[in-house]
Structure formats: C-alpha cells, structure tokens
C-alpha cells in the first residue's frame, strides 16, 4: 500500500497523559498536512511541514501540541497533559511540490484519539 | 473556524436519484476541492475546481462554481448505496509556500437501496 497511514488507528488515553502518533506519507511527498476532525464537523487545520521544516501552525495548535518531521519523511504529533476536549480524529496529509495549481492532498485513514 | 456551510446538513434519496449538495464560502479563494468521507476511512479527494472555471464534471459528479456568490455545488447523478458517505467542500487558502484547506462541516448523504 503506497499511501498516507498513520498509526496508531486508535488510541484510548486517561486525561492527563501523554500521546504521540505517527503519519507516513507518501513516499514522494514533501508537503505534510495535520488536521483534526471532531465528530459531525469537517477537519481543521493544525500545522504543515514542507520537508523537515514546520512553515505554519494554526491558533488550535497549543501549546500543549508538539508535531515534528525530523528528516523529512515520517511524522510525529504528540499532545502532553491530554485533556477531554483533546478527543478527535487526527489526520495527516501530504503533497507534492509541483503537481500543480490546487496541491491535492491526500489523507491516512486517522487516529481516533478518546481521552477519558 | 470553518470557512464553508454544506448544505443540507445531512440528506437520503433513494438509489437512482439525482444528490446535490451546496457549499457557501467567505473569503476569496484559488480554488475549491471535494472530498468524500466513508465511515471508518479517510477523505478521498473528489474533483478540484478553479476559481476561473464556473463547471467541471468527472464521471457521475457535477460542480458548479459560482465566485460571485461565493458557492459551489455538487451534483451525484444516478446515485448508488456506495455513495452513502460525508461530502466536504473544502477552499484552498494560499499559504507562504502551500497551500492550506479549509473544510465546511460536511453533508451527510444515505443512499438507500
């Protein structure tokens, strides 16, 4: 399979904890997307990665939020000190530089992150 | 927040029918995109269109941008169970050096055998 996966597809925390989940993208893929997702709402944009480095970051992203690329492959979103409202899909994206006007991404399957 | 309204928020046809979903946005855009959502799977890229262009079609889906009134349409003809999923219009803002979706909340489509 030569798509976006993340893992884990479903994490069960207690308030309080840390997690951290994985996204590989496409192999070719330069840009890398994070959103979440609540249930009922349409996803929302968390922060992109071109390559290594992190270009922009949403408001949504606090401070309790950390994402990485390190070599620009695989990345990493961890949350510290989880709370309930942190409970939501994540998705990962990517991209390609130069497919065109539009970039289409293309997004993993999600972690479904519950915070009890 | 979320730049696109779907409209309606959720709909049923029966299989066969004819779905249209509407999408209303706020701010200048470079162009609109379509996704679809099943249950259990990501958002599969549907059809792009650019701010340019007022319709494109791709097999038995149908869009229709309208920059003046900042709303775009998308029509699913001769619809089938498989379509049974969520549809987002999503608005490309550019960023710096990307460019950034922005997701409405979604119409929820059944379509029953």
């Known amino acids: 399979d030569t798509g976006v996966s993340q893992d884990p597809r479903h994490k069960i925390t207690k308030r309080g904890q840390n997690v951290t989940f994985r996204c590989d993208p496409i192999s070719e893929h330069n840009r890398l997307y994070w959103y979440r997702q609540t249930l009922g709402q349409g996803p929302e944009f968390l922060t992109y990665?071109?390559?290594?480095?992190?270009?922009?970051k949403s408001r949504l992203l606090s401070d309790r939020f950390s994402a990485e690329r390190p070599k620009g492959s695989f990345s990493t979103l961890e949350i510290q000190r989880t709370e309930q409202g942190d409970s939501a899909m994540y998705l990962c994206?990517?991209?390609?530089?130069?497919?065109?006007?539009?970039?289409?991404?293309?997004f993993g399957p999600g972690t479904r992150l519950t915070v009890l | 927040s979320q730049q696109g309204e779907e409209d309606p928020q959720a709909l049923s046809i029966q299989e066969g029918e004819n779905a249209t979903m509407n999408c209303s946005y706020k701010?200048?855009?470079?162009?609109l995109q379509w996704y679809r959502q099943n249950s259990g799977r990501g958002l599969v890229h549907l059809i792009l269109i650019r701010s340019n262009e007022r319709e494109k079609h791709s097999g038995r889906l149908r869009v229709t941008l309208d920059t003046s009134k900042k709303s775009s349409s998308l029509l699913i003809t001769a619809s089938r169970a498989a379509d049974t999923a969520s549809y987002f219009c999503a608005t490309v803002l550019r960023m710096d050096s990307s460019y950034k979706l922005i997701f409405g909340s979604g119409t929820r489509l059944l379509v029953r055998p």
């Open positions: 701010t200048s855009i470079n162009n």
């Open positions: 994206a990517s991209s390609l530089i130069g497919q065109g006007f539009g970039d289409e991404q293309f």
């Open positions: 990665f071109q390559n290594e480095a992190q270009l922009e």
